[in-house]
């Protein structure tokens, strides 16, 4: 997969099937968004391509963007899975936002053959939204394009989309999240050092910083696993299961919301290390308690149960491993082929 800081970048005398989307959460949306371009693509013998912007929208045009479901390295990751030849990290500006639909076409086309583009029903391009689905066929009927327009997914009486995952994250549904996104929620920040409380008590923990600000479940008690290394987030070299906290840690002076990572069979230092953590199973709300002993053995219970918890998953997984385009899907993350979110 080729990787385009601009649409203007992409190759010279290239046949192209375009789709143009944020992408944010890489969702089974937009999974099936994704199977129509591969499949169009081979129809229209072009080859399948993504537009999606740096920054995201809404931090130009509301002001700030919202929580990340998934991580950019990431998000390449599944594009690449899903068989996208090119994908375009335009950076999105006043200037971009301001292009008619008709200026955007005229840049996708210059130098290359534009075959279709591929949208959803509620997409549009261009100042205003202006280049509906309607709007573009009109385009393409002169020029000689085509438009494919996918049905949305249904979930639970709605549409899946990526304020649908986040308002389930936050409400503490994670079973419902997981059914929309296809696979277990995750985020990756940098392992920092934190007040090495967690040593003291015998559960040395990795504390977690991110780059941006990302779509975290409620606050709790976790069955995770976790990847770390290697050459994206989806190809870990290293993977282990664990448990996590996320929460402000009330049975001490409360402070900054936190997650905090305790990764079963690691002693190595992970500081500086991009970590990975799925969220396999919420396990209980967080809680004070009334003395350090008694928070180490609670711990202890919650550590046994999450070691139960990714067993028995480990053992549904070796009776049906699941491929993503002939590739294990790793770092807790399962796929399905031609489907990298099935659920």
Same mark, same amino acid.
């Given at each position: ?40 693509? /081979?129809?229209?013998?072009? !080859? ?5 912007? !740096? ?25 690449? #899975? ?22 955007? =076409? ?7 053959? =534009? ?59 994670? @079973?419902?999240?997981? /059914? ?20 003291? #008590? ?33 190809? @870990?070299? /290293? ?20 997650? &905090? ?11 500086? &290390? ?11 709300? &967080? ?57």
């Amino acid at each position: 997969m080729q990787v385009h800081a601009d649409i203007d970048g992409l190759p010279a005398g290239a046949r192209l099937a375009v789709t143009v989307g944020v992408f944010d959460g890489m969702h089974r949306g937009h999974v099936r968004l994704l199977r129509s371009l591969v499949r169009d693509a /081979r129809r229209w013998h072009a !080859e399948p391509t993504v537009v999606t912007f !740096e920054p995201h929208p809404d931090a130009v045009l509301r002001g700030a963007p919202p929580p990340l479901l998934c991580d950019p390295a990431e998000r390449l990751g599944w594009l690449e #899975l899903a068989g996208v030849r090119h994908v375009v990290l335009q950076r999105f500006d006043e200037a971009f936002a301001t292009q008619t639909p008709e200026a955007f =076409l005229g840049r996708l086309r210059s130098g290359r053959e =534009l075959a279709g583009l591929v949208m959803s029903p509620e997409s549009a391009i261009g100042r205003g939204r202006a280049g509906t689905p309607e709007r573009l066929r009109e385009l393409g009927a002169g020029a000689g394009f085509r438009v494919e327009v996918v049905p949305p997914l249904e979930f639970a009486g709605g549409l899946v989309s990526a304020s649908r995952i986040r308002q389930a994250l936050s409400a503490g549904r994670l @079973p419902e999240a997981r /059914r929309m996104l296809g696979r277990d929620p995750a985020v990756t920040g940098r392992v920092v050092r934190g007040d090495a409380r967690g040593r003291s #008590l015998g559960y040395p923990t990795a504390n977690l910083a991110f780059d941006a600000q990302v779509a975290l479940p409620a606050d709790g008690i976790y069955a995770i696993e976790a990847g770390w290394g290697g050459p994206d987030p989806l190809h @870990p070299a /290293r993977t282990a299961g664990g448990v996590a906290s996320l929460g402000v840690r009330p049975t001490f002076e409360p402070g900054s919301r936190v997650l &905090e990572a305790y990764l079963f069979g690691v002693d190595d230092d992970l500081y500086g &290390e991009r970590l990975r953590v799925a969220f396999v199973r919420r396990q209980r709300a &967080e809680r004070r308690f009334e003395s350090a002993e008694a928070l180490v053995a609670q711990m202890d219970r919650d550590a046994a149960r999450a070691r139960s918890i990714l067993a028995a998953r480990g053992e549904r997984g070796r009776r049906g491993t699941r491929l993503v385009g002939g590739t294990q899907a790793r770092g807790g993350t399962q796929a399905g082929a031609g489907d990298p979110h099935s659920p």
